[in-house]
């Protein structure tokens, strides 16, 4: 096992500093507008004139940020410091709080509206900025970030958060995250990305609103969003909490399983620990339907369609290594670290580009590589592989 394990570290380590971080240090800066360019497609055509995404620059953030905690290079504090200038002064609404959606390629307002997910990815790149370097700055607009989600999206009445709203916190008409999402009031996806950046700032901050408020939200998953007859998380519901679609999404069930665990680690309340513990490796296990012989994990299961979506996404990939090595080093359940290592093998040999770095946006059914959807974007960032290899890192 240990054999095994030093193999893992070792080769995410390499492909951390070889591939994708010389990536978006490399190909990704933009010398002539600031920050970072919005698009370079799966063909591997930059698009200098592409807009800007908040989540792109927040997960750049909060990449280059971690990666400098972990192995103190230069280079990686210059680059999250870049991406930290450019939330600050063209991301940030000056005028309402919160953070924009997308700015144009010259680093304008587009899109005025506060979509709660972008605004947790904000607060996850700060804190994480914060707690790699100790930036009081950047843990002061991580506070007004949180202050302003818990002020405009907390749900007092029914619990929750709601998913977004106009640029002066206004009811909006489309709160869909993307196309592919369903036009509901609460989504398992936004609040598994409040989790996790509430999780992040507690490190750094020990506020009692803070902690209750992360409290809550373990207890959000584990009574409203999970389905306890299945194991799997329900993806969209009414304001009510009334789940709308029968959807299991096999990658943000095994994301979960260990992003839950890690808030109650970090909480390190051992009551909530021996609550939840069980209900994390019951997720995992409901994950693990949709895993392929390899190791790889299929898309999404639509079961009122009798539909299921066999793409093999990045990102499902790198959140399936983390899942079943938080099973194995916290559980010891050897098993899943095979899982994780068979991922990995497929990692290797089907999604890293060798030739023009960083990873392809998937595997096709048909055993193809996706080379319509972007090699970096508005949601193809560093952040999913990148922390994959940076959890096996830190871990062991």
């Known amino acids: 096992m240990n054999q095994l394990i030093n193999q893992l570290r070792n080769e995410m380590r390499s492909e951390l500093e070889n591939n994708i971080l010389p990536f978006w240090m490399n190909k990704m800066e933009d010398n002539e507008e600031g920050g970072f360019y919005g698009q370079i497609t799966g063909?591997?055509?930059l698009k200098p004139e592409a807009s800007k995404g908040a989540i792109l620059n927040a997960r750049i953030l909060w990449t280059f940020s971690s990666a400098y905690r972990l192995l103190k290079k230069p280079e990686y504090l210059e680059t999250a410091t870049r991406a930290k200038r450019y939330l600050i002064d063209r991301f940030y609404d000056p005028q309402y709080g919160g953070i924009y959606w997308e700015l144009d390629y010259k680093g304008?307002?587009?899109?005025?509206?506060?979509?709660?997910?972008?605004?947790?990815?904000?607060?996850?790149?700060?804190?994480?900025?914060?707690?790699?370097?100790?930036?009081?700055?950047?843990?002061?607009?991580?506070?007004?970030?949180?202050?302003?989600?818990?002020?405009?999206?907390?749900?007092?009445?029914?619990?929750?958060?709601?998913?977004?709203?106009?640029?002066?916190?206004?009811p909006i008409e489309d709160m869909r995250l993307s196309d592919k999402?369903?036009?509901?009031?609460?989504?398992?996806?936004?609040?598994?990305?409040?989790?996790?950046?509430y999780t992040n700032l507690y490190?750094?901050?020990?506020?009692?609103?803070?902690?209750?408020?992360?409290?809550?939200?373990?207890?959000?998953?584990?009574t409203r969003i999970l389905d306890p007859q299945t194991g799997h998380l329900n993806l969209f519901f009414e304001e009510d909490w009334t789940n709308k679609y029968r959807i299991y999404s096999y990658g943000h069930d095994i994301e979960a399983s260990w992003l839950i665990h890690e808030a109650a680690l970090v909480l390190g309340d051992p009551e909530v620990l021996k609550r939840i513990e069980p209900i994390i490796i019951r997720?995992?296990?409901?994950?693990?339907?949709?895993?392929?012989?390899?190791?790889?994990m299929i898309y999404e299961n639509f079961l009122d369609k009798?539909?299921?979506?066999r793409e093999l996404h990045w990102w499902v990939q790198a959140e399936n290594?983390?899942?079943?090595?938080?099973?194995?080093?916290?559980?010891?359940?050897?098993?899943?670290?095979?899982?994780?290592?068979?991922?990995w093998e497929f990692i290797k040999t089907k999604l890293i580009d060798r030739e023009q770095g960083e990873w392809h946006w998937s595997l096709l059914p048909d055993g193809t590589v996706n080379r319509r959807d972007d090699k970096a974007g508005f949601w193809k960032c560093p952040y999913h592989n990148g922390r994959m290899c940076m959890e096996v890192i830190e871990r062991f």
């Open 108 to 170: 304008n307002p587009l899109d005025t509206k506060k979509q709660i997910y972008a605004i947790g990815f904000a607060i996850y790149g700060l804190s994480e900025y914060a707690r790699a370097t100790g930036d009081e700055e950047a843990l002061a607009y991580a506070q007004q970030l949180f202050d302003v989600i818990e002020q405009h999206s907390f749900d007092s009445e029914q619990n929750g958060y709601v998913e977004a709203l106009t640029r002066d916190w206004q």
């Open 306 to 309: 009798q539909k299921i979506d």
């Open 181 to 197: 999402d369903e036009n509901e009031k609460k989504t398992m996806n936004t609040h598994l990305h409040i989790l996790e950046p």
């Open 321 to 343: 290594v983390v899942g079943h090595i938080n099973l194995y080093q916290h559980f010891g359940d050897t098993e899943a670290l095979d899982t994780a290592a068979r991922c």
């Open 43 to 45: 063909e591997d055509e």
């Open 283 to 296: 997720i995992a296990q409901a994950a693990d339907e949709g895993l392929n012989p390899d190791g790889s």
């Open 203 to 222: 490190r750094v901050w020990k506020d009692e609103q803070l902690e209750r408020q992360l409290r809550n939200l373990i207890e959000v998953f584990i």
